[in-house]
């Protein structure tokens, strides 16, 4: 990330990244109880990469499990610091950061950037849906699509969607995501937040919010060109989620996931019961209580409501669509990795430090068998999805 010759000092924000311990996100798993009391530190993960639980045996898986809410509720509770950084950890960053020149509060930047990956990794669905991967220097971004299907790609402009039909390759356009936290001067002064945490977040709620919409624009168009759109005229149920992922598996395709908003998760809580579901999924419900699959397939939920001149909301109300693996879907490369560069708005008159953060992407629905969505009737589909 840096130019040649420029090293990085020992500053004081040079191990930001390491002392911020993702324990939720990436959480150790449980080794037991020594004779004095203190829990042994166990190696390794608790879950794996496909995001399954890792133990010996069911006794070892549920014991795992209680270890995950536990921690869960630790970090959550009420009123409890949600950082895991102390309060004098903090204002050492501050001051390290906002006393020093534009090369510390650069470090700074660049120093978020793994955490703000593993966030989007962990919160935003869109990098779940489609296959990710880096593009190398130079390399030609080109796709082979099925001669006998459309496919969807966004444009240069990262709203506009273009149907290729013809041809057997396609060419996705790539475009920015950016996101420009601000913190002023008088903010710095009086202390009021935590510069880190707000920093961390906003960052990345921007950036994913950016990707999922897009993402989901895609899957929405393409999700009727090969299958049926699904009216819903009641409430979610079995029956909805099981002819939606006909309409995908019909083409002799397998439904991976079920993206859908809390609303319709809501629906699935009150419509069935804990012993309508599958065997696995009706242990994991009620021993702890998390709804995260039906049938092996994974559900994603996302929450919010988008409020005038605020974009808050991925997967809107009323809505529900099955997509299948990313490699059977489509793709979403990545030709410049997540960057940081130095936005202050002195220039501008206004008392404000800033950092742009910045990476170039793609997405592409090569395969429009590979989505369903169903919509409630009393439902309205937002411009921003069906335009």
């Known amino acids: 990330m840096w130019a040649d010759g420029i090293e990085k000092k020992e500053i004081r924000t040079a191990a930001i990244a390491a002392k911020y311990d993702e324990r939720l996100l990436d959480p150790k798993p449980f080794g037991g109880i020594k004779s004095n009391g203190r829990e042994i530190e166990a190696s390794g993960h608790m879950?794996?990469?496909n995001n399954e639980l890792n133990a010996w045996d069911k006794k070892d898986a549920i014991t795992q499990q209680m270890k995950f809410a536990e921690r869960r509720a630790l970090y959550q509770r009420p009123g409890k610091q949600a950082s895991f950084y102390t309060p004098e950890e903090k204002q050492r960053i501050v001051e390290s950061v906002f006393a020093g020149d534009e090369m510390e509060r650069l470090?700074?930047?660049a120093e978020m950037i793994p955490l703000i990956l593993d966030r989007l990794d962990y919160e935003g669905f869109i990098r779940q849906v489609f296959r990710t991967h880096q593009l190398a220097q130079g390399q030609i971004n080109s796709y082979e699509k099925d001669v006998n299907v459309t496919a969807l790609v966004i444009q240069e402009d990262g709203q506009t969607i273009e149907t290729v039909v013809k041809g057997n390759r396609i060419f996705p356009a790539e475009y920015?995501?950016?996101?420009?936290?601000?913190?002023?001067?008088?903010?710095?002064a009086q202390r009021q937040y935590d510069i880190v945490d707000r920093t961390h977040d906003k960052t990345t709620f921007q950036i994913m919010l950016k990707e999922d919409r897009n993402g989901l624009r895609e899957l929405y168009q393409s999700a009727t060109l090969e299958n049926s759109l699904i009216n819903v005229t009641s409430t979610v149920s079995?029956?909805?989620?099981e002819t939606l992922q006909y309409e995908v598996e019909r083409h002799r395709l397998l439904v991976d996931k079920f993206i859908m908003n809390r609303a319709e998760l809501g629906d699935l809580k009150k419509n069935i019961n804990a012993i309508d579901y599958d065997p696995i999924t009706s242990r994991d419900l009620l021993l702890t209580g998390i709804f995260g699959s039906i049938?092996?397939?994974?559900?994603?939920?996302?929450a919010g409501v988008d409020e005038q001149g605020l974009e808050n909301v991925s997967v809107p109300e009323g809505m529900i669509f099955a997509v299948t693996e990313g490699r059977y879907l489509g793709a979403m490369p990545i030709r410049v990795e997540l960057t940081v560069l130095p936005a202050d708005m002195f220039v501008f008159n206004q008392p404000a430090y800033g950092w742009l953060f910045?990476?170039?992407i793609s997405q592409v629905v090569v395969n429009p068998r590979a989505v369903a969505c169903a919509v409630k009737s009393s439902a309205t589909v937002p411009s921003w999805i069906s335009a």
């Open 238 to 241: 079995k029956s909805v989620l």
């Open 107 to 109: 470090r700074f930047g």
């Open 47 to 49: 879950f794996g990469a």
């Open 176 to 188: 920015l995501v950016t996101s420009r936290p601000i913190i002023t001067i008088s903010e710095i």
């Open 295 to 302: 049938w092996g397939v994974n559900i994603f939920v996302t």
């Open 358 to 360: 910045l990476e170039q």
